[in-house]
């Protein structure tokens, strides 16, 4: 069964480094998302990308975040400048289409900012 | 953000016997539920969903019902096995293509 993959696993960053975080979505997939869970609280939107832009994006989502597919296969989130309240789990997902298609998700990067 | 709630955190059931997972939400123009699995070091796993103009949908062993006067979802497993163990997510699809979920319910099936 196809899946979305992403890596690393676990990602170590000093406060107020960039990091790349990087998916693969599911090949035929047309929308892509990230999502992240800070340790003891509720899974959080951040951002949904279709036909390279972005389409809807939360309040979480602030200028330290970007997103980019730069091939035909991967899915980046870049976060500019760490800080220690980024330290959480990033989910990637993929989904065939838009509502009604159920999103798929990757096993997810565990951040730890230092 | 208490759009969707799942009051339980934790539910033990014996092998064999049904599971039922809770999820109420509040704004009555939800169109499209879903839940998921999740297993310690893996992502969440879709398991079913359910769009408003239903009330029951059936997958296995998997159960969803959506009673909309209520807003309230509720996952049954029916029977429970030692590998449904696992935290349970509701989910609701917010405007635009955002999955909203809840916090999660831990089911414990002892064998």
């Known amino acids: 069964e196809p899946e979305v993959t992403q890596t690393p696993s676990h990602q170590v960053t000093q406060m107020g480094q960039e990091v790349i975080l990087r998916c693969v979505p599911i090949?035929?997939?047309?929308?892509f998302y990230w999502y992240r869970q800070i340790l003891g609280q509720k899974v959080e939107f951040l951002v949904s990308?279709?036909?390279?832009?972005?389409?809807?994006k939360s309040e979480i989502f602030d200028d330290q975040f970007s997103v980019e597919r730069p091939d035909g296969s991967n899915f980046t989130l870049k976060i500019r400048s760490t800080k220690l309240e980024d330290s959480a789990m990033y989910f990637c997902?993929?989904?065939?289409?838009?509502?009604?298609?159920?999103?798929?998700f990757g096993d997810g990067t565990r951040l730890s900012i230092l | 953000d208490q759009q969707v709630k799942q009051n339980s955190p934790s539910l033990s059931v014996q092998e064999g016997r049904i599971s039922i997972l809770n999820c109420d939400y509040t704004?009555?123009?939800?169109?499209?539920f879903l839940w998921y699995k999740k297993y310690p070091a893996e992502g969440p796993t879709f398991l079913i969903s359910?769009?408003?103009?239903?009330d029951k949908n059936e997958d296995g062993r998997f159960t969803v019902f959506l009673n909309k006067s209520a807003k309230h979802l509720s996952l049954h497993i029916v029977p429970s096995q030692p590998g449904d163990s696992a935290v349970y997510f509701c989910?609701?699809?917010?405007?635009?293509?955002?999955?909203?979920f809840g916090g999660g319910t831990r089911l414990m099936v002892k064998p």
């Open positions: 704004n009555s123009m939800f169109d499209y």
């Open positions: 989910a609701v699809l917010n405007a635009g293509n955002m999955l909203t």
């Open positions: 359910i769009s408003s103009i239903k």
């Open positions: 990308f279709y036909n390279n832009e972005i389409s809807e």
């Open positions: 997902a993929s989904s065939g289409g838009y509502r009604n298609q159920p999103q798929h």
């Open positions: 090949s035929n997939h047309l929308y």
